[in-house]
């Protein structure tokens, strides 16, 4: 039972983010992003990690110069488009400059 109940809850929590931008579909977000170096290459996160509508922007590694400015862009407010996939949780991989603009 705690494990049936346990999976409705993980559920219901994962419904939020997905209503917000489905995955698959094309997809414009705007808030302010945090800047994350990894690995793989460069997140842009809009959105605590916890929150349902949290949406992360994905940069390829080598890919970085073609954004520039990019460092500036640190805890101000973005507009992100692209497809939307879900990848742990809604992630926009960024391969033109056009999908990331600065408001304001």
């Known amino acids: 039972m705690r494990c049936k109940l346990a999976t409705l809850v993980f559920v219901a929590t994962c419904l939020p983010a997905m209503a917000a931008v489905p995955p698959g579909n094309r997809g414009v977000v705007t808030g302010r992003v945090q800047i994350e170096r990894g690995a793989e290459g460069t997140y842009l996160n809009m ?58």
């Open 47 to 104: 959105g605590s990690a916890h929150s349902p509508r949290a949406v992360v922007g994905f940069i390829p590694f080598g890919n970085e110069g073609s954004f520039p400015g990019l460092d500036q862009l640190e805890g101000r407010r973005v507009t992100m488009s692209g497809v939307v996939i879900l990848d742990g949780r809604p992630t926009i991989v960024l391969t033109d400059p056009e999908q990331l603009k600065p408001v304001g």
